[in-house]
């Protein structure tokens, strides 16, 4: 059995919308056997006995990849196994929570089912825990999965920006970050002024809030001095500790506060000595201007029982499966340390000791969870007046989310009643207490802090708008931007021309995949997001997006990209494309072709509202769409028509420049397409009306789509189609052009199936009269001229072309077309290398005298201007 091309699927896939690991599978004639199969299948029973039967070797691979990952902790349950083309090779897919921990239960799995398959035995306890502890490394720890978890429930899409816990939430300029309980509304001055125990002593106190007696000492024996000042007991601590690092209270004695000097000047150099409260230890957690949650803390302790030591007491407290090693549980376990022997010393004991049956051990005088201690809530109890005293205190300090730790006997009184005060305010505080306190109730902190970041109607989101499709998706996806951009949004763009922010270009190539999707959703300067999301891109990762507001499909036709990646047909190249349409948010919109049947189908699978769009008003789908009540948009009189119910808006064609007063039909059907889009996200009419007539279609606009350009009276047109249904609404659109001789240049993809590069050349040639053919640049597997020769093979018999040239190299091959234009012609130019072509071709047209550079330059001259469609009917 092989495993290959394994992915992580970390977005909404073909598959599913969960991410998912996707391999492919194959497995010998003899691995595949019933009898081989039946084997393995018995042997897995034995560390799975809830595994069903598997229908194949691949299936048995990821059902133990799944049960792995359960057994390991992890909530997962999907899976899928996919037939290919290929005998004995499969797809599979299984869910994951932790892309390594997905990565690593497909690696322990094929080992485990080669070894069973062999008949050797394979360690599945090791691989569970290995798996258990990956996990427990990678998964948010519980403060920031809280907030996360609340923000989920809110819809507010999240990214884990690193493999701790930092996370951003919400899209482009309406996004916010954290980092466990640090906000991106947390201020650093703030958090410097929290980190000094005595400039925040001495702002609460200017505001009138009761905090303990103490100064900074300088020494060992200044800490002594502080101490008999003050009055003992006393605490100890670091000026600026945290998780009660190198603090030690109620110390009495000389030697004790010696010691703690000591043990504090370890974590920091500057140190405090301060009044020791008596009472308990309090935390009140302040989120914005609201108390969301108190808790009483106790120090870490051992309870006797007459027969065990203190070491074997806390031991069987460490038993308990809440407490762990880290911050990753709701409970931290009891380490034994210097502070742990001088706090049994003060009892009288040692860890080796017994200690009497109810005699309560306390291990360490703070109250911390960090260090073993243990939480109560008592969010119900606390006084209104001490509650306004904490908000007090985290508003003096500027703290948004804040641990307020309180002294005194109880929170059922003001502090000023009992003599308790405010020890320390602490910026980032640890939610565990709350979210999963020892006895009392939950609180929830993690929904407190998302809503204080988002208000009550603020999702985060941004307008999302996807695109895909074989043809067309780039021309939509600029006039949507174009659209957009018209009421004042800063839009973000993704293409196959680069990633752009509010018109500036960020990032150059093919940008069409969720990598570029993502840096758009993370930029601080984006109001809305369009994306042209491309076959590969979808097949590679999935969505880059949860949801989106509009999916629009502009066509699937007879597909492209076939024979490659297991997709074979168009109807599994519709799958795919599909995607988009099956993650459209319930309150959002499809926007599909009504005309194509493989993109009408998907509207069964599109979660919102469907807008049907075609130039055929009369076609039965958009009939019977209108008559329900729904949105169509076609082609009627001279003008395209949006139309809900008895509200109709038309937008005249000749006011839409681009589509040369209707002629292309293809440019009529990426406006409808995008007026559509439009329409769901609400726009203004008079400005969708405005962007329509002002959107050009010229090379620095859309560069490789349908780009005009007049060299020597003869009409020049570049595009970047490559696939047959490009080539026959490429055809459509020339032939409404006026001109004495037409000729085309083309080459083809060498990883397209020779049908379609035949084809391609079948249907030009019964519109051209010459063509060039030209070799790409790369021939992507292909051998030396085996292109060229299915391209010349599309021709055979063609009805119009008369003369056939093979030129090697792409511009060279527009040379030779350019030199032999004359007036009245066209000139169609398949460019493979689009913005360097494109650059060629103004550069030749540049050439041709310095007077007529100077005029192009200044974008003067009609019969030398290189522009988009919107010149044409001038021209013609």
């Known amino acids: 059995m092989e495993v290959s091309r394994v992915r992580a699927l970390r977005g909404p896939n073909r598959w599913s919308q969960r991410a998912a690991i996707e391999a492919i599978v194959q497995c010998s004639a003899a691995e595949s056997s019933a009898k081989a199969l039946k084997a393995l299948a018995s042997e897995l029973r034995v560390h799975f006995p809830e595994l069903d039967s598997p229908r194949n070797l691949a ?44 990565l690593l239960a497909l690696e322990l799995a094929h080992q485990a089912c080669t070894a069973l398959a062999q008949g050797k035995n394979f360690d599945f306890s090791s691989a569970v825990d290995r798996l258990r502890d990956l996990d427990e490394d990678q998964r948010l720890g519980p403060s920031t999965a809280s907030i996360v978890r609340a923000a989920s429930a809110r819809g507010i899409p999240f990214t884990r920006l690193t493999e701790g816990s930092l996370v951003r939430f919400g899209w482009g300029s309406r996004a916010r970050r954290i980092q466990a309980a640090e906000t991106s509304e947390s201020s650093a001055i703030a958090e410097s002024i929290a ?24 020494n060992a024996e200044d800490a002594w001095n502080a101490a008999l000042e003050i009055g003992l007991p006393v605490v100890v601590k670091p000026r600026d500790g945290n998780q009660g690092k190198g603090v030690a209270v109620n110390l009495t004695a ?92 003060e009892q009288g004991l040692t860890l080796a000791d017994v200690p009497a049956a109810g005699q309560r051990v306390v291990l360490r005088n703070n109250c911390n969870l960090s260090t073993g201690g243990t939480a109560t809530d008592v969010t119900d109890q606390v006084h209104p007046v001490l509650a306004e005293c904490a908000i007090d205190a985290a508003q003096m300090v500027g703290l948004d989310v804040c641990g307020i730790d309180v002294v005194c006997q109880t929170v059922t009184q003001p502090l000023e ?38 208000g009550a109607d603020d999702n985060g989101r941004i307008p999302l708008v996807a695109v895909t499709g074989n043809n067309g998706k780039t021309t939509t996806v600029r006039l949507i931007a174009h659209l957009l951009a018209q009421v004042g949004h800063r839009v973000g763009m993704t293409g196959t021309d680069g990633v752009w922010v509010n018109g500036r270009r960020i990032d150059t190539g093919d940008c069409s995949g969720p ?35 509009v999916a629009v499909v502009t066509n699937i036709g007879r597909g492209d990209h076939l024979g490659m990646n297991f997709i074979e047909t168009a109807a599994q190249l519709a799958e795919v494309k599909g995607t988009i349409v099956r993650n459209v948010a319930p309150t959002g919109m499809g926007v599909l072709n009504a005309a194509d049947p493989l993109v009408a189908e998907m509207a069964q699978t599109c979660p919102g509202s469907v807008t049907f769009f075609a130039r055929d008003r009369h076609h039965p789908l958009m009939a019977a769409h209108r008559v329900r009540g729904n949105r169509v948009v076609f082609e009627d009189g001279g003008a395209i028509v949006a139309v809900q119910g008895n509200v109709e808006h038309r ?144 021709l055979d018999g063609a009805r119009r072309t008369r003369r056939v040239d093979e030129i090697q190299g792409e511009f060279r091959a527009i040379d030779t077309a350019l030199r032999r234009l004359r007036p009245g012609d066209l000139c169609l130019i398949l460019v493979d290398q689009v913005e360097q072509a494109l650059a060629h071709i103004a550069a030749r047209i540049d050439g041709l005298a310095p007077a007529l550079a100077s005029q192009l330059r200044t974008n003067r001259h009609p019969d030398t201007r290189l522009r988009g469609s919107a010149g044409l009917a001038q021209a013609a």
């Open 515 to 549: 990598r570029s999707a993502r840096s758009v959703l993370a930029h601080p300067d984006v109001d809305a997001a369009v994306f042209e999301t491309a076959r590969g891109g979808l097949l590679r990762e999935g969505l880059a997006f949860d949801r989106c507001d």
């Open 195 to 218: 980190q000094d125990k005595e400039l925040t002593k001495t702002l609460l106190e200017t505001a009138g809030i009761s905090v303990p007696k103490g100064r900074q000492v300088i």
């Open 651 to 794: 937008f005249a064609l000749r006011d839409i420049p681009f589509t040369n007063e209707g002629q292309l039909g293809f440019q009529v059907e990426n406006a409808m397409a995008a007026i559509a889009a439009v329409w769901a996200l609400g726009l203004d009419w008079t400005r969708v009306r405005a962007g329509l007539q002002s959107f050009s279609t010229d090379a620095a606009g859309v560069p490789g789509r349908f780009n005009v350009s007049y060299h020597r009276g003869a009409t020049v047109i570049a595009d970047y189609g490559h696939n047959p249904d490009a080539m026959i609404a490429l055809v459509e659109a020339v032939e409404s052009i006026p001109a004495r001789r037409r000729s085309v240049v083309i080459s083809g993809a060498g990883d397209r199936r020779d049908i379609d590069l035949s084809d391609q050349t079948r249907i030009l040639g019964q519109a051209f009269d010459d063509v060039v053919l030209y070799q790409d640049a790369c021939q992507r597997g292909r051998a030396d001229g085996e292109v060229l020769a299915l391209l010349r093979q599309g």
């Open 59 to 102: 299936h048995a691979l990821a059902v133990t990849v799944l049960h792995l990952q359960i057994r390991a902790g992890c909530a997962v349950s999907f899976l899928h196994v996919a037939t290919t083309s290929e005998h004995d090779t499969y797809q599979v897919v299984i869910e994951y929570r932790e892309e390594a921990v997905g």
């Open 254 to 345: 000389r030697e004790q506060v010696m010691t703690a000097y000591a043990a504090a000047t370890e974590v920091r150099r500057d140190v405090l000595v301060e009044q020791f409260l008596p009472g308990h230890d309090f935390r009140l957690l302040v989120v914005g201007d609201r108390l969301v949650a108190a808790a009483r803390r106790d120090p870490p302790q051992v309870t006797g029982d007459g027969i065990t030591s203190v070491q074997g007491l806390i031991e069987r407290v460490n038993s308990d499966p809440r407490r762990g090693g880290g911050h990753a549980t709701s409970l931290t376990k009891i380490t034994t340390d210097a502070t742990t022997l001088a706090t049994l010393l």
């Open 417 to 454: 009643a009992q003599g308790g005060g405010i020890v320390e305010v602490n910026a980032a505080p640890g939610l565990r207490m709350h979210l999963d306190p020892s006895y009392g109730s939950a609180q929830p902190v993690g929904e407190a802090i998302i809503d204080a970041l988002f």
